[in-house]
């Protein structure tokens, strides 16, 4: 964000395959690209970001397996944003908004109920198609300044520009801005979220850190990265979802009046010393003593002779499988809800994905839920499990069975 070559490594995972690049049944004899899966803060302005960048054509182009329409909560969170957004900024028929990384369309779908003109940008062929089928236009393209100049011609200035769990995963930020920047109306607003790097520390949630999440934001390097295009940081907000967001507003600079809540959340990003390396290193130890329990805690279960399943398959789990190891010699399958994702094969470890009703029909004794950020609604949807005396294990911040979910 800066421009400083000065980075301080603190936490390294390993090697690791893209973290969505789900096998099909025949792709389990060809090779896998491992890649670096490294942590760094920047010296200078206290950004943390990965160490080594994927290929986003690697990453989004082919067979990307992610849909952000599989949970309750998930929805009830789009529908809050685009409500939220559509009375703050008074938005009408007349206003455009641009959603960019929109996946299947969720969260403009929600906007178009509110009475806004919408268009998506996402680079995911396979996603874009869905989303054009559910009747979301879509361009199928890596957002940048030529899109953008492209949608100007033909659709006018964006009066809001989102990026939800999107800004993290962009290699070229500057870029990425002057997009923003060349497409935005004069009093326009960018809106984006990404999970907050305080509660990655402190609620140890590395299994978060994979090859798609290029930065682990933070309001300090935002607020001095914003300032080089002439833009502030003028609200941010909290939300719960993936075990803790921010939603950071940004316009140009002179149009809108600074919350409070921006000079709030610099402070106490300063009281918990997220810039602090004796933190950061801590964090790291905390990671590696999460690993060594939660794999002590499996294999005691698999010595007493329980069968042992994983529920869910984000890719956040796939870090969390690949940085303990937890192959199909002791988790004997993954259940999921996503058809994109159900008979395929894990990266990496090679754990058959199946349906959620193989919980039941295979009478598994221990469920490891990966998706944790979404426990209480899988827990409540799988609760015949439970009822049919299966326990469930939520392994982060630290492993615990949980015995009345």
């Keep these: 964000m800066c421009g400083s070559s000065g980075l301080t490594k603190f936490l390294d995972l390993g090697f690791m395959p893209p973290a969505d690049s789900f096998l099909r049944r025949d792709q389990l004899s060809e090779s896998e690209t491992y890649y670096p899966l490294e942590v760094a803060q920047c010296e200078q302005c ?22 952000s329409s599989i949970t309750r909560a998930g929805h009830e969170h789009w529908r809050e944003f685009a409500s939220t957004v559509t009375s703050s900024f008074k938005l009408s028929a007349r206003d ?15 906007f178009r109920e509110n009475g806004a003109k919408i268009l998506g940008i996402d680079p995911a062929t396979n996603i874009v198609r869905i989303a054009e089928r559910r009747g979301i236009e879509t361009l199928d393209e890596f957002f940048g300044v030529e899109v953008a100049r492209r949608v100007l011609d033909e659709k006018g200035r964006a009066t809001v520009i989102t990026a939800t769990n999107v800004f993290a995963h962009v290699d070229d930020l500057r870029g990425f801005v002057e997009a923003v920047e060349l497409l935005l ?59 803790g967001s921010f939603r950071v507003f940004v316009c140009r600079q002179g149009q809108r009046q600074i919350s409070p809540a921006v000079d709030a959340m610099l402070r106490r990003e300063e009281q918990m010393k ?28 698999k010595r007493q002779g329980k069968r042992i399943v994983a529920v869910s398959a984000p890719a956040k789990g796939m870090t969390l499988l690949n940085y303990c190891r937890l192959g199909p010699e002791l988790l004997e399958f993954v259940t999921e809800k996503s058809k994109l994702k159900i008979g395929r094969f894990t990266p990496g470890l090679h754990i058959p994905v ?52």
């Design 96 to 110: 455009l908004v641009v959603d960019i990384g929109s996946n299947v369309g969720v969260l403009l779908e929600c």
């Design 274 to 301: 997220l810039y602090d390396r004796s933190v950061l290193d801590q964090f790291a130890e905390r990671v590696k003593k999460n690993r060594d329990d939660l794999v002590w805690l499996l294999y005691s279960l």
């Design 185 to 243: 109306a004069p009093k326009g607003a960018f809106i984006f979220e990404a999970p907050h790097f305080g509660n990655l520390i402190e609620q140890l949630e590395y299994d978060t850190i994979y090859h798609e999440h290029l930065s682990y934001l933070s309001l300090k390097p935002l607020v001095a990265f914003f300032r080089q295009f002439g833009m502030e940081v003028f609200d941010v907000q909290e939300r719960d979802i993936h075990g």
């Design 46 to 67: 206290g950004l943390a970001q990965l160490t080594d960048v994927v290929s986003p054509e690697v990453l989004y182009r082919h067979d990307y397996p992610y849909e």
């Design 354 to 405: 199946v349906a959620d009703d193989e919980l039941l029909a295979r009478k598994v004794d221990y469920a490891l839920l990966l998706a944790w950020n979404f426990a209480k609604e899988i827990m409540c949807n799988l609760r015949e499990f439970t009822s049919a005396g299966g326990k469930f294990i939520v392994p982060i911040p630290a492993p615990v069975v949980v015995l009345n979910p």
